[in-house]
């Protein structure tokens, strides 16, 4: 039967090798499958695709008399051409099956062989696959000479190869490989973030930064959080980016905003990069006013935002170039709200800010706090230094300030710093809300108070039920928490009637489960 069935796989092959010399290659490939066809007794027919070490011999005796296909086609290029795109399909069927055993090397040898020759797109697929059996020196001798220069970076890849990968890639991007199917420098700055080999990875980072500094910084902001190296470290990177400043500020926001690093250096450097910045565009003869405003805004939020970098370097910069609002700011930080208020009021003249200010400081703040905040803005608005106009220009700022809900104030202070020629008139709802907040507040601490006295009297209550109950000493009672008899005369009761030793009162939450009101000790002492 064995032999039998070999008979006739054989005589399927023959005749499947019939049809392949007739080109009739439906017919043909039904009958090598049904056959179990060697598929290197097909791959054999094109020398120039077995794999150099392939030490495979025909069958014998053979099973056609074809020596080659460009024989078979008599050299007619477009047949040779449907035989080889025959092959490729051929492979492809057979290369995950039964049929493919023992024959892997040659299998994939013919298959980079032909898609390096005539399909590009499958042969970058081919190559990201797990598991491709090809020698790797005709791998790469293949690749080079079709010039598939990304696959062969990819093959290099397979062979853990990263350096030279890296080079070839580079080559494409400087553009003395050429190679449209390289997705180009993105794809580059993404192997290098999550490349582990740093010190591969700095021989690289000139060449991206060289080329774009926005993105190659993404080596740095790009890795994984769970990496950490000597060769990485946050101040070395900062050093080194010393050369590339768009780079270097990328890389600081990164450290300040998303890994939220609390190093004063960074902070200041950051916020000092961008104080040079605003100051350059300044310098310009005709200073582009959205530039402008995009640069001030970053470098006030950072001020605001921050409270690690160092203020009066920053401040000296800023009162040099009369960057006001930064000035404000800075200020604010160092708690001189009297002159960051006189800035906002006097050289910006914006007094929605300076209320701003004041609510925005005193965020999180006591209600002293904001008091001193907002009679402090008064006593701005109020300066009796100020010249004659200049107070009378101040005047209705002062009043909507007064009456304002969102302004709070200390009534008593604030009587004594307004002029006194005010008519009651212009302080009326200034007035009727004190009044009225004063009252209210009255009320409320008397209630506070009335609650208080009742709970008192409860808590008396209750101790003296305490107190008038009695309980027997004997010797076979036993600590709750120590479960050790008592010795000494003293010990405590709680109010669920378990006693302990007074040292171990303070424990017994711990190990009974009684709630909290429960178990107040009550010492006692038996003297
Ligand atoms: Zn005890």
């Given at each position: 039967?064995?032999?039998?069935?070999?008979?006739?796989?054989?005589?399927?092959?023959?005749?499947?090798?019939?049809?392949?010399?007739?080109?009739?290659?439906?017919?043909?490939?039904?009958?090598?499958?049904?056959?179990?066809?060697?598929?290197?007794?097909?791959?054999?027919?094109?020398?120039?695709?077995?794999?150099?070490?392939?030490?495979?011999?025909?069958?014998?005796?053979?099973?056609?008399d074809?020596?080659?296909?460009?024989?078979?086609?008599?050299?007619?290029?477009?047949?040779?051409?449907?035989?080889?795109?025959?092959l490729?399909?051929?492979?492809?069927?057979?290369?995950?099956?039964?049929?493919?055993?023992?024959?892997?090397?040659?299998?994939?040898?013919?298959?980079?062989?032909?898609?390096?020759?005539?399909?590009?797109?499958?042969?970058?697929?081919?190559?990201?696959?797990?598991?491709?059996?090809?020698?790797?020196?005709?791998?790469?001798?293949?690749?080079?000479?079709?010039?598939?220069?990304?696959?062969?970076?990819?093959?290099?890849?397979k062979?853990?190869?990263?350096?030279s990968?890296?080079?070839?890639?580079?080559?494409?991007?400087?553009?003395?490989?050429?190679?449209?199917?390289?997705?180009?420098?993105?794809?580059?700055?993404?192997?290098?973030?999550?490349?582990?080999?740093?010190?591969?990875?700095?021989?690289?980072?000139?060449?991206?930064?060289e080329?774009?500094?926005?993105l190659?910084?993404?080596?740095?902001?790009?890795?994984?959080?769970?990496e950490?190296?000597?060769?990485?470290?946050?101040?070395?990177?900062?050093?080194?980016?010393?050369?590339?400043?768009?780079?270097?500020?990328?890389?600081?926001?990164?450290?300040?905003?998303?890994?939220?690093?609390e190093?004063?250096?960074?902070?200041?450097?950051?916020?000092?990069?961008?104080?040079?910045?605003?100051?350059?565009?300044?310098?310009?003869?005709?200073?582009?006013?959205?530039?402008?405003?995009?640069?001030?805004?970053?470098?006030?939020?950072?001020?605001?935002?921050?409270s690690?970098?160092?203020?009066?370097?920053?401040?000296?910069?800023?009162?040099?170039?009369?960057l006001?609002?930064?000035?404000?700011?800075?200020?604010?930080?160092l708690?001189?709200?009297?002159?960051?208020?006189?800035?906002?009021?006097?050289?910006?003249?914006?007094?929605?800010?300076?209320?701003?200010?004041?609510?925005?400081?005193?965020?999180?703040?006591?209600?002293?706090?904001?008091?001193?905040?907002?009679?402090?803005?008064?006593?701005?608005?109020?300066?009796?230094?100020?010249?004659?106009?200049?107070?009378?220009?101040?005047?209705?700022?002062?009043?909507?300030?007064?009456?304002?809900?969102?302004?709070?104030?200390?009534?008593?202070?604030?009587?004594?710093?307004?002029?006194?020629?005010?008519?009651?008139?212009?302080?009326?709802?200034?007035?009727?809300r004190?009044?009225?907040?004063?009252?209210?507040?009255?009320?409320?601490?008397?209630?506070?108070?009335?609650?208080?006295?009742?709970?008192?009297?409860q808590?008396?209550?209750?101790?003296?039920h305490?107190?008038?109950?009695?309980?027997?000493?004997?010797?076979?009672?036993?600590?709750?928490?120590?479960?050790?008899?008592?010795?000494?005369?003293?010990?405590?009761?709680?109010?669920?009637?378990?006693?302990?030793?007074?040292?171990?009162?303070?424990?017994?939450?711990?190990?009974?489960?009684?709630?909290?009101?429960?178990?107040?000790?009550?010492?006692?002492?038996?003297?």
């Open positions: 039967m064995v032999v039998c069935c070999g008979v006739y796989q054989k005589i399927q092959q023959q005749a499947g090798f019939i049809e392949f010399s007739l080109l009739h290659f439906e017919e043909a490939k039904e009958l090598f499958l049904e056959g179990q066809l060697d598929v290197r007794e097909l791959i054999s027919l094109f020398p120039d695709l077995l794999p150099a070490s392939s030490s495979f011999i025909r069958r014998n005796p053979p099973l056609h074809i020596g080659n296909v460009s024989e078979m086609c008599s050299f007619e290029s477009n047949e040779i051409q449907s035989c080889r795109k025959f490729l399909h051929y492979l492809e069927t057979i290369r995950n099956s039964m049929d493919a055993a023992g024959s892997k090397i040659e299998i994939d040898t013919a298959l980079l062989k032909l898609y390096a020759e005539m399909d590009y797109t499958t042969l970058l697929q081919f190559l990201s696959g797990t598991d491709i059996g090809c020698q790797p020196k005709e791998g790469v001798e293949v690749l080079h000479r079709f010039q598939r220069y990304h696959a062969l970076a990819l093959f290099h890849l062979l853990g190869e990263n350096d990968a890296l080079g070839i890639w580079s080559k494409i991007i400087s553009g003395e490989f050429s190679d449209p199917f390289y997705p180009g420098l993105t794809h580059f700055i993404e192997f290098l973030s999550k490349l582990s080999d740093h010190l591969l990875l700095w021989k690289y980072v000139d060449f991206v930064l080329r774009d500094q926005r190659g910084v993404r080596i740095f902001t790009e890795r994984s959080p769970s950490t190296s000597e060769r990485l470290r946050p101040d070395f990177i900062v050093e080194y980016l010393h050369r590339f400043p768009v780079a270097l500020v990328k890389f600081l926001e990164y450290l300040v905003f998303e890994k939220k690093l190093k004063e250096k960074f902070h200041t450097h950051l916020a000092v990069l961008y104080m040079d910045n605003v100051l350059q565009i300044l310098k310009l003869p005709e200073p582009e006013q959205t530039d402008l405003n995009d640069s001030r805004k970053k470098l006030q939020h950072l001020l605001h935002s921050s690690l970098y160092r203020v009066q370097l920053l401040l000296g910069k800023a009162t040099e170039s009369n006001h609002k930064e000035c404000a700011i800075l200020y604010g930080k708690e001189e709200h009297e002159k960051a208020l006189k800035i906002l009021v006097h050289q910006l003249q914006d007094h929605d800010a300076a209320e701003d200010y004041c609510i925005r400081m005193s965020n999180g703040r006591d209600k002293k706090y904001r008091h001193r905040l907002f009679y402090a803005l008064l006593s701005v608005y109020l300066d009796s230094t100020l010249e004659e106009q200049k107070r009378e220009e101040m005047l209705p700022a002062a009043i909507q300030l007064l009456n304002s809900e969102l302004a709070e104030f200390d009534v008593s202070k604030v009587l004594q710093l307004i002029p006194s020629h005010w008519s009651v008139a212009i302080l009326d709802q200034f007035l009727v004190a009044l009225r907040s004063s009252l209210h507040h009255r009320y409320c601490c008397r209630l506070q108070s009335a609650l208080a006295r009742g709970e008192n009297l808590v008396k209550f209750s101790k003296i305490i107190e008038n109950t009695s309980i027997i000493m004997t010797e076979d009672r036993i600590c709750a928490v120590c479960k050790h008899s008592f010795v000494e005369p003293a010990f405590a009761r709680h109010s669920n009637a378990t006693l302990t030793h007074p040292q171990c009162a303070k424990h017994l939450n711990l190990n009974l489960n009684v709630s909290q009101e429960s178990n107040n000790p009550f010492l006692s002492d038996l003297r």
